[in-house]
């Protein structure tokens, strides 16, 4: 398991995500089509020599035709790899993928993880400078000191790129955002303030160098290592880094320095810092504790010792977290977009000011249901922005890019940063988004909810997934041998895992007699009732949820949908004036398309389509999007004519009688609805932009699309999600992974598909 975190996890889960399907975390995926010989022709010989002349007679023409302007290299030696040490360049791969994957994810920036194999500081240098004509950036990573400092310093010199040694700078920036909102509240100028800083190792260094650049006096940063105080004269432990924050002083030690100091950074180690040194700081003390994976004092203790201290750790479990994700994914994309030719102190501190700002803004409603509705406000617990905030997107690029402009590093300035605001909004998929806040609100307000086929390996390692990623409780359905299997996944204390056994259950007498109630009349004696509850998981799962022994449910690994639904209702009703159906949702790094109805009605009449219509569209803005629907057929505005065209005919007269308040047009084939250029064949088209939900006219032709699209599209598919019925249930695929029955067990608990 892993330690020190509020996320736990077996080994072999670990393993298992690893190398599930495709080993590692990253791949190449092609940007231009590779269908046809001409494609081919183009993308290599002998249509590449093109671009090959072009770029040999103006270098600066690769970021056109080349995609060295949105590359950045994440290089490692392995030498310092998370708390682990130095476990060589090998080993650190996984954490580079990792870091590449982070890039993408957060910045839309393409990653490639390099590992070099030497603590030969000149070979390295000399071997990264080299890459320099691949690359757009480099992100050095989890190199020790001193040698990390030597490195970024080399390569800044010799490349004309942004370098940037993120565990330096990256906590360095986030902490100085902090710091500044902290002052602010406070009522401290920056310039007045006495600092101490706990730990001399690469991020402590650049932390104090950072703040002395944004104002706070040499003379007012103490900076301490095991031997204690680093001052004027000292000669034990020195080297060149330290010396350059040696402080002409008469205190020795960690307790001295603290007496009457306003802010404490601690990048050393757990425990450090005691409350007895907290209780001699100024008032309203400020205390950064970012010792990983355990602070140098936890919050409890800190505000225990000085009620009216402010404090921030590196760990997600507590306010103000000082996480580096906030920061070099936007920073690189500031930096990319305009050419910087490198990261320097004037980027940093405008990083830093951005996120100092947005934090004090209003947090918006999507980040407010990460903290389940109560939206944080700026004040003592939230003074470093959310990870997941999407307008940090938007806000630090622009502050980056306006800064790298200003201090003269900019190749390719931008005339109009509003319209590059805007530009970044669009670069990412605000679905991503939406499913990170959905996870978060499960764990502001974790549910019980049930894992009905609790025999199966890959519904037992989602329900491990779910407990110990805090998104709420597992309630699991099997027979007696669960335990062994949950040991044999690594997990130390199975009976900790809450198991109903329906053979033995004591709630089977009093869900014989809801079940008999409900099926009396419908042709079902008592003892048919009574095999159901005794060897029907589905049956007994369900009936957990509607007795209120559980808030929802996950299920379908082992049986078809079809036949999985007929079990669930006979438990479970649709909601009051509803009618279930299915969403398949299509998610691509920057489009999201909703497909309905997928699994329930064979053939929808005009008022079932209208219905979904509105409810899929919905469900589109509930996760961020603002709905453009179309009503699909093989025909496009009666082109060519046919049988069953008047549904959706009436399921558009319908909504126009309906006023809704979003774009929908039909009847039309998928290109129509999909592609631009085809709709300017139909200049009367009420969308104003590519379809995002696609009403299918039947469940033959829905059902089969959806299973094409997961099976050979490239997008990721969540789903089916069911939608409509009383109770939350989610029915999966038979051959979903345990990473998609977590998310449909999140979205259940949520609420987001009723």
């Not at 995609?67 to 290089?75: D, E, H, R, S, T």
């Not at 957060?106 to 500081?121: L, P, Y």
């Not at 950074?265 to 309203?284: C, I, N, Q, R, Y």
């Not at 961020?624 to 069953?644: C, D, K, M, Q």
């Amino acid at each position: 398991m892993s330690e020190g975190s509020n996320v736990q996890f077996s080994e072999r889960e670990a393993l298992l995500f690893h190398s599930h399907g495709r080993p590692g975390k990253i791949e190449i995926v092609a940007s231009k089509p590779m269908a046809t010989q001409r494609d081919l022709s183009l993308a290599y010989s002998p249509g590449v020599a093109v671009p090959v002349r072009a770029i040999a007679e103006d270098p600066a023409t690769a970021y056109d035709y080349t995609a060295k302007g949105n590359l950045v290299a994440v290089i490692s030696n392995g030498t310092a790899i998370l708390g682990l040490g130095n476990l060589g360049a090998l080993a650190s791969k996984p954490v580079m993928e990792g870091k590449a994957v982070l890039f993408k994810r957060f910045a839309d920036v393409d990653s490639i993880d390099i590992e070099v194999a030497t603590e030969d500081v000149e070979k390295f240098v000399e071997a990264v400078a080299l890459l320099e004509p691949s690359f757009g950036g480099i992100n050095l990573e989890d190199i020790a000191a001193p040698g990390c400092f030597i490195i970024e310093q080399a390569l800044r010199e010799r490349m004309n790129i942004p370098v940037m040694h993120d565990d330096q700078h990256g906590t360095a920036i986030i902490a100085a955002a902090g710091l500044i909102n902290a002052c602010h509240l406070t009522g401290r100028d920056i310039r007045d303030i006495n600092v101490v800083v706990n730990g001399a190792g690469a991020a402590a260094i650049a932390c104090a160098a950072l703040i002395k650049s944004m104002g706070v006096p040499s003379d007012r940063v103490i900076m301490c290592d095991r031997s204690g105080v680093i001052y004027q004269g000292r000669e034990t432990g020195m080297d060149q880094w330290k010396s350059a924050h040696a402080v002409k002083t008469d205190k020795r030690t960690l307790a001295e320095a603290m007496v009457g100091a306003d802010v404490f950074l601690g990048l050393s180690a757990a425990g450090a810092l005691k409350p007895e040194m907290v209780k001699t700081m100024a008032d309203k003390p400020i205390i950064f504790a970012m010792a990983n994976p355990d602070p140098e004092i936890t919050p409890p203790e800190a505000k225990k010792a000085r009620p009216d201290a402010i404090v921030a750790t590196g760990r997600s479990d507590y306010p103000n977290q000082v996480n580096n994700v906030l920061g070099f994914p936007f920073i690189f994309r500031g930096a990319l977009d305009v050419r910087a030719t490198t990261i320097n102190e004037e980027m940093k501190i405008a990083a830093a000011q951005a996120l100092a700002e947005l934090a004090r803004e209003q947090v918006p409603e999507e980040v407010a249901l990460a903290y389940g509705g109560a939206a944080p406000h700026f004040g003592n617990d939230y003074i470093i922005p959310a990870p997941f905030d999407p307008r940090l997107m938007e806000i630090v690029p622009v502050a980056v890019a306006r800064a790298a402009m200003d201090s003269g590093v900019a190749r390719k300035p931008i005339l109009d940063l509003a319209a590059y605001r805007e530009e970044l909004k669009a670069r990412l998929n605000p679905t991503t988004s939406v499913l990170t806040l959905a996870y978060e609100g499960a764990k502001a307000h974790p549910k019980r909810v049930v894992f009905a086929e609790a025999e199966e390996e890959v519904v037992l390692r989602a329900a491990i997934q779910f407990r110990d990623g805090g998104y709420g409780i597992p309630v699991l359905v099997g027979r007696d041998d669960v335990p062994e299997r949950l040991r044999a996944l690594g997990v130390d204390k199975p009976e900790e895992f809450e198991l109903h056994n329906s053979r033995v259950s004591p709630l089977v007498p009093k869900m014989v007699d809801y079940l008999y109630q409900r099926l009396q009349r419908r042709g079902y004696l008592r003892r048919d009732v009574e095999l159901m509850v005794n060897q029907d998981r589905n049956i007994f799962g369900s009936l957990l949820v509607a007795l209120g022994e559980a808030d929802a449910m996950i299920t379908g690994v082992t049986r078809t949908y079809s036949q999985t639904m007929r079990q669930v209702r006979r438990v479970i009703d649709p909601a009051a004036g509803r009618k279930p159906f299915g969403i398949h949702v299509l998610v691509g790094q920057s489009h999201t398309v909703f497909m309905a109805d997928t699994t329930i009605t064979e053939r929808p009449t005009a008022e079932e389509l209208a219905d979904i219509a509105e409810r899929t569209a919905a469900v589109a803005r509930s996760m961020g999007h603002e709905p453009r629907v179309a009503f699909l057929s093989y025909s496009t505005f009666g082109n060519p004519s046919g049988n069953w065209l008047e549904p959706i005919r009436g399921a558009v007269s319908l909504l126009d009688e309906r006023g809704v308040s979003f774009e929908y047009e039909g009847e039309m084939a998928p290109d129509v609805a999909l592609n631009p250029k085809v709709q300017k064949n139909y200049p009367f088209i009420r969308l104003s932009g590519p379809a995002n939900v696609l009403i299918m006219p039947g469940l033959q032709s829905a059902n089969v699309s959806a299973k094409l699209l997961r099976e050979l599209g490239g997008d990721s598919v969540i789903g089916p999600m069911l939608v409509g019925m009383e109770k939350p249930v989610q029915i999966a695929t038979m051959g979903a992974s345990a990473s998609e029955l977590v998310t449909l067990a999140v979205l259940a608990a949520g609420g987001i598909a009723r």
